[in-house]
C-alpha cells in the first residue's frame, strides 16, 4: 500500500472522527462492547456456515498480499516479452531455454516452455485461455466471502439492536430517565453493522477485484505476446502491439532489460 493511499484511508477517518464527535456531547455513547461482540461473531458465524474454513483463510490471507503488494508492472513484462521474442529470432527455440530459470513469473515461465516444445498457435491460445478464465473465475468467486459479510454484519447489527431494545423494555417499568442512554446504546450494534460493511468489507472486495483485474490483464499480455512469437513477429510489432494494453501515459514505464 502506497504512502497516498495511506494518507487517504488517515484523512478520510479523520473527517468521520470528527464529524462524529462534533455530532454528540459523549463519545462514550459510541462504545456497545455487546454491539460489537454480536456484529463480529453473528457475521463470522454465517461466514463460516456458508463457506469452508480453508477457502475464507485463503481469501483474507490474499487480501494481505495484495494490500502490500503495489501495481503489476506491465511495462516490464511487456519488454521481457520483447527480449524474449528477439531471443527467439536470433537463437532460436533450443537456446531460448537457457533463459528460462530467470523467469519468475510463473504463467509466463509455462508458456515460453509450451512455446519452446513446439506446441501449434491453436494450442497455445486454448490452453493460455482456459487458465486465464479458470485464474479469474477462481479468484473472483473468493472474494464472495467479502460481499457475503458485508451482507451479514448490517443484520446482525439490527438482530444487536433487537437485543437491546428486548433488554430496554424491560427495565421501562423504573426510571424513564434511563429509556434514552439504552436507546442509543442498542442502535450503536446497527451502526457497527453498517460501518463494518461499507468500510471494511466491501472495500476490500473493491480492492482485491481490482487486483485480479490487473492480474487477468497481465496475463493477457503474455498469451498475446506468446501468440505473436508463434507467428515469428520482430520484436518492435511485439511491443507496438503489446503497448495497447496500456494508456498512453504509462508507455514510458516499459523499460528496457539489459
Not at 66 to 90: A, C, F, W
Not at 193 to 217: C, D, N, Q, S, T
Amino acid at each position: 500500500m502506497n504512502i497516498a493511499t495511506i494518507l487517504g484511508i488517515i484523512f478520510g477517518i479523520g473527517i468521520l472522527s470528527y464529524a462524529t464527535s462534533e455530532a454528540t456531547t459523549s463519545l462514550s455513547v459510541f462504545y456497545n462492547f455487546s454491539g460489537i461482540a454480536i456484529v463480529l461473531g453473528g457475521t463470522i458465524a454465517a461466514t463460516f456456515i456458508c463457506y469452508p474454513l480453508k477457502q475464507v483463510m485463503q481469501v483474507f490471507s490474499a487480501f494481505f498480499v495484495v494490500m502490500k503488494r503495489e501495481d503489476l508492472p506491465i511495462g516490464n513484462y511487456i519488454h521481457e516479452l520483447v527480449y524474449i521474442s528477439e531471443q527467439l529470432t536470433t537463437k532460436g527455440r533450443v537456446n531460448l531455454e537457457k533463459e528460462l530459470p530467470g523467469i519468475e513469473n510463473i504463467f509466463l515461465k509455462d508458456a515460453v516452455q509450451m512455446l519452446i516444445d513446439g506446441y501449434s498457435k491453436e494450442e497455445l491460445r486454448e490452453i493460455l485461455d482456459t487458465r486465464i478464465n479458470q485464474t479469474y473465475e477462481q479468484e473472483m468467486a473468493s472474494t464472495g466471502v467479502f460481499r457475503s459479510m458485508a451482507k451479514f454484519s448490517p443484520a446482525f447489527g439490527l438482530i444487536g439492536t433487537l437485543i437491546g431494545l428486548i433488554s430496554m423494555m424491560q427495565t421501562m417499568g423504573g426510571d424513564i430517565k434511563q429509556v434514552g442512554p439504552a436507546m442509543a446504546v442498542a442502535l450503536t450494534a446497527t451502526l457497527y453493522g453498517i460501518l463494518l460493511a461499507y468500510m471494511v468489507f466491501l472495500p476490500i472486495a473493491v480492492k482485491v477485484e481490482g487486483r485480479i483485474e490487473e492480474r487477468i490483464i497481465l496475463m493477457s499480455v503474455i498469451r498475446d505476446g506468446i501468440l505473436f512469437m508463434k507467428d515469428k513477429a520482430p520484436g518492435p510489432i511485439v511491443m507496438d502491439k503489446l503497448k495497447a494494453y496500456l494508456p498512453p501515459r504509462k508507455w514510458s514505464s516499459i523499460k528496457k532489460r539489459s
